[in-house]
């Protein structure tokens, strides 16, 4: 008897459990509960911005054709020194075109901020630089003496560079005042790029594969490898003293050379600027350009590009 009653009583419990949960379940519509650590995650998960950038740039018929990417359904605004130079729709792919008339006499410095449609401003940290050579002839000035000078303006149908910049990284030439990069058979040298801590970037391209070699003054400074693409470059990390060099770039297949492309390369002297991210200086010749840009941050940015081997 004790048996039957200890086996009812243990039935009875297990119908209650049973359907204690099978109101639970009915209230909870089925659905697993979600992990408190899923929702923590979910609500911190970034939501990627696309910046404005430019990925084109060509000049024709006294006006900048503008090309390049940022959030679709956007506005993309360019602007110089806070005036404001035009604007284009982002298309649903995140590309936009544009087209700004020029002076040729004037330098421009373009920058761009992409508004969002829920009125979200993002400032690109890109600047497009166009700048006319200037009219003065600083050939003649003797070498003691610095020639970095601030652009004036300058007179039609000049040479004229086109860089576009970027704090901390490369800058990339759309147009360079001599035409062409130096070449020599497969391998091209592009500009370099240094800063006031002493570091230099050296990039080009080489139609054939293998190893390339820099030199300075001689003395061999680095290796880099060509990439599947063509590229290549190498970064140096500790100081290069201020003064010229003859910087050789040296095509390299195994321990032979193929072939090699000289520049002179000269670090630009510093020059100081009393307003913070306010000063654009250049200094040029017949062989070689420099660009200094001031930073926000303080310091200075420098891009060195040269012409094409005689």
């Given at each position: ?11 009875g ?68 020194g806070?005036?404001r ?16 008339p ?26 497009l ?18 020639t ?13 560079l ?39 970037v ?47 770039v ?48 303080g ?12």
């Amino acid at each position: 008897m004790k048996f039957r009653i200890f086996a009812m009583l243990i039935t009875g419990a297990a119908l209650a459990m049973a359907l204690l949960l099978a109101i639970q379940i009915s209230q909870r519509g089925g659905a697993e509960p979600t992990p408190a650590s899923e929702i923590e995650q979910s609500a911190e998960k970034p939501i990627a911005i696309r910046p404005p950038s430019f990925t084109a740039v060509t000049e024709m018929q006294g006006s900048l054709r503008l090309s390049g990417l940022s959030e679709p359904q956007a506005t993309v605004v360019l602007s110089q020194g806070g005036t404001r130079l035009g604007e284009a729709s982002v298309s649903a792919d995140g590309s936009w075109v544009s087209a700004l008339p020029i002076d040729p006499r004037e330098t421009q410095a373009i920058t761009l901020i992409m508004l969002l449609q829920d009125g979200t401003r993002v400032r690109s940290d890109e600047t497009l630089f166009r700048i006319p050579q200037v009219e003065e002839d600083i050939a003649a000035t003797p070498s003691t003496v610095d020639t970095a000078i601030v652009i004036p303006s300058a007179p039609f149908d000049v040479p004229t560079l086109i860089l576009l910049t970027t704090p901390g990284g490369p800058s990339q030439v759309f147009k360079s005042p001599f035409g062409a990069m130096p070449m020599s058979g497969p391998l091209s040298l592009g500009p370099i790029d240094y800063d006031d801590s002493g570091g230099a970037v050296f990039r080009g391209r080489s139609e054939k594969p293998g190893r390339i070699r820099l030199y300075a003054n001689g003395v061999v400074i680095g290796d880099a490898p060509v990439q599947s693409d063509g590229q290549w470059f190498y970064i140096i990390a500790e100081t290069l003293p201020r003064g010229s060099y003859d910087v050789v770039v040296a095509l390299m297949e195994g321990t032979e050379e193929v072939t090699r492309i000289t520049v002179p390369f000269e670090k630009m002297s510093f020059v100081r600027n009393e307003i913070p991210g306010g000063g654009l200086y250049v200094a040029f010749d017949d062989s070689r350009w420099q660009v200094r840009r001031d930073l926000l941050g303080g310091g200075a940015q420098y891009t060195a590009l040269f012409a094409p081997l005689p």
